[in-house]
Structure formats: C-alpha cells, structure tokens
C-alpha cells in the first residue's frame, strides 16, 4: 500500500487516456501525467511494444546485410585510380547476381544503375558513368542489396592514393561519427540521440551534417519507419524499440550543410563545393543491445 506523502511506482501497463491516473490524484491519466510519462525514456516501454521478428526473418536480414558487407569488401579490394565509377557499377551488379541478390538500387524510382558511386563534393546517389578516379579523390560506394526480399545496405568512403589533408579529415569525421552514431543507439532510446551525438562530434571538428538526407528502417522493403536525422536533441524522437531495424548513415561535409541537386534529379552536391564524406551500417535492436548486421 502507498503511504501518505509517497509517489506511487509506475504501473506495468500503460494507463488508456481517460482512466484514473496511477499516481492517485484522482485526475484522468490524460490531464495528469501523460505528457511528463511520454517524455521518459525510462517509460518508454509503455510507448511501444517490441517488434516481434521471427527466426526467417531475423536469418533473411542476417544473410543480406551479410551479402551487402561482402559486396563492399569486394568493392574495396578492387578500387584504384585509373578505373571508371562505371565499372565500379559493374562489379556490383555481377557480384549482387552472383550471389542469388538483386541490386536494390537498379530502377529504384527511375535510378538508372546498381550502386551509387559519390565522388569528392558529391554528398549522395552520384550516378555511376565514365568518370575516371584520380589521386587524391574520395569517393563513397553505397551498397543495397535485397536477397529473397530482405534488403541489406551499408556504404563507405575510399580515399584514392594520397590524398589532401582535408580528405582525409573529412573521410576520418563522417567514420567516426557513424561510431558515435552506433554507440548512442540503446533499447527504449531515443532516435534523437543518435543524431544529437553525431552532431555534436561533427561540429566539434568544425564539420557539418547533411540534414536532407537521413538513415531510414529497413527490412522486408528497402525504407522503412522510422526515419533517423543524423543531426537533432537527445531524448527527442521516436523511441528506439528492440525488434527494430534501421541504418545510421551520416553524411558529413567540409564545409556548409546546404546542397543541390543536379539536373538528373538524383545527384547531391554540396553549395560551396567542399567534400563530403559517408559511412553506413544497418543494424539491428536487440533487448540487450545493438547488433550491427553489416560490419
């Protein structure tokens, strides 16, 4: 029994809105302490039950995003200057099919190739073509594959030979802030901590955050709620719930956030034409933790 002057403990279920409050004012859980429960974390669980993901599911996620790893790291063995962003495009595609997958990206809303391939300023979606990678580039090759109608999608940076001391910063920035993006990620969460801490690695490096652009649910289709800002305040946003699958894929620039887009629709370069760096991870929320699925 409660004693006078004593706060009653939550309640194991989630009160409906026009029932008596638990903390016993006599009031309706709604003009109570619905809103201050709404803003714990602590209370979180009462927002949203865990997403329950069945053995085949949780095997087809484990096998693509393992299929999407395996494609990067081909990727990264084979990348040199001297080869066309094309033919980048074209081990993608054959080793995507090899191995029983399909490119997501290939006729993704009318996108014309199998990988995006972001070279220097491009922040995003840089459509593979006849562009030659020279020393000193950096470019991002962004991986999607859907493997019996599970998609995986992971992306990184590569620097072409030696490189300026600002690609290498920028490169070395937008890795780590996919780390502290990953590390801020905890069951009953907040989506916007894991943009706040990005945010404030990258700005603390004098680097800024894309803000257009953001990571996205993943699983049986290729995006998903929820959406994940890769900029925002701690314990803001939708609440991070095991079962959960979502990328963490910050795009960080040298210089200004703002951007164009070119006139295929697609490309996303930056304003002042300083570099832009990317990484990315899809990963899975577990009751304990994070797994990340494609590292």
């Given at each position: 029994?409660?004693?006078?002057?004593?706060?009653?403990?939550?309640?194991?279920?989630?009160?409906?809105?026009?029932?008596?409050?638990?903390?016993?004012?006599?009031?309706?859980?709604?003009?109570?302490?619905?809103?201050?429960?709404?803003?714990?974390?602590?209370?979180?669980?009462?927002?949203?039950?865990?997403?329950?993901?069945?053995?085949?599911?949780?095997?087809?996620?484990?096998?693509?995003?393992?299929?999407?790893?395996?494609?990067?790291?081909?990727?990264?063995?084979?990348?040199?200057?001297?080869?066309?962003?094309?033919?980048?495009?074209?081990?993608?595609?054959?080793?995507?099919?090899?191995?029983?997958?399909?490119?997501?990206?290939?006729?993704?809303?009318?996108?014309?190739?199998s990988t995006c391939t972001s070279l220097n300023e491009v922040i995003?979606?840089?459509?593979?073509?006849?562009?030659?990678?020279?020393?000193?580039?950096?470019?991002?090759?962004?991986?999607?594959?859907?493997?019996?109608?599970?998609?995986?999608?992971?992306?990184?940076?590569?620097?072409?030979?030696?490189?300026?001391?600002?690609?290498?910063?920028?490169?070395?920035?937008?890795?780590?802030?996919?780390?502290?993006?990953?590390?801020?990620?905890?069951?009953?969460?907040?989506?916007?901590?894991?943009?706040?801490?990005?945010?404030?690695?990258?700005?603390?490096?004098?680097?800024?955050?894309?803000?257009?652009?953001?990571?996205?649910?993943?699983?049986?289709?290729?995006?998903?709620?929820?959406?994940?800002?890769?900029?925002?305040?701690?314990?803001?946003?939708?609440?991070?719930?095991?079962?959960?699958?979502?990328?963490?894929?910050?795009?960080?620039?040298?210089?200004?956030?703002?951007?164009?887009?070119?006139?295929?629709?697609?490309?996303?370069?930056?304003?002042?034409?300083?570099?832009?760096?990317?990484?990315?991870?899809?990963?899975?929320?577990?009751?304990?933790?994070?797994?990340?699925?494609?590292?």
């Amino acid at each position: 029994m409660t004693q006078v002057g004593e706060v009653p403990a939550r309640p194991q279920t989630k009160p409906q809105r026009n029932e008596p409050c638990w903390c016993g004012s006599g009031k309706k859980y709604k003009k109570c302490h619905l809103k201050e429960d709404e803003s714990k974390q602590d209370f979180a669980p009462f927002q949203r039950a865990k997403i329950k993901r069945s053995k085949e599911f949780i095997q087809g996620m484990e096998a693509t995003c393992k299929l999407a790893k395996a494609t990067l790291d081909m990727v990264a063995e084979n990348i040199r200057v001297g080869i066309t962003t094309d033919r980048i495009n074209t081990w993608v595609h054959d080793y995507t099919l090899d191995h029983g997958a399909i490119p997501a990206t290939l006729n993704y809303k009318g996108y014309p190739k199998s990988t995006c391939t972001s070279l220097n300023e491009v922040i995003c979606h840089g459509i593979p073509g006849e562009t030659v990678l020279k020393e000193g580039d950096i470019i991002n090759v962004d991986i999607t594959c859907n493997l019996n109608g599970y998609f995986g999608d992971t992306s990184r940076t590569f620097l072409m030979g030696e490189c300026s001391d600002d690609a290498k910063k920028i490169c070395s920035v937008a890795e780590v802030c996919l780390e502290k993006g990953i590390a801020a990620v905890r069951p009953y969460g907040r989506i916007g901590d894991i943009g706040a801490a990005i945010q404030e690695y990258a700005h603390s490096m004098n680097c800024s955050v894309v803000e257009k652009f953001v990571g996205h649910g993943i699983g049986q289709a290729f995006h998903e709620e929820p959406q994940v800002p890769h900029f925002g305040k701690k314990g803001t946003g939708p609440i991070i719930v095991p079962g959960m699958y979502f990328t963490i894929e910050p795009m960080i620039n040298l210089g200004t956030k703002d951007l164009i887009i070119l006139d295929d629709d697609w490309t996303a370069v930056t304003k002042d034409g300083k570099l832009s760096a990317q990484f990315e991870h899809t990963i899975f929320i577990t009751e304990s933790g994070v797994k990340v699925m494609t590292k």
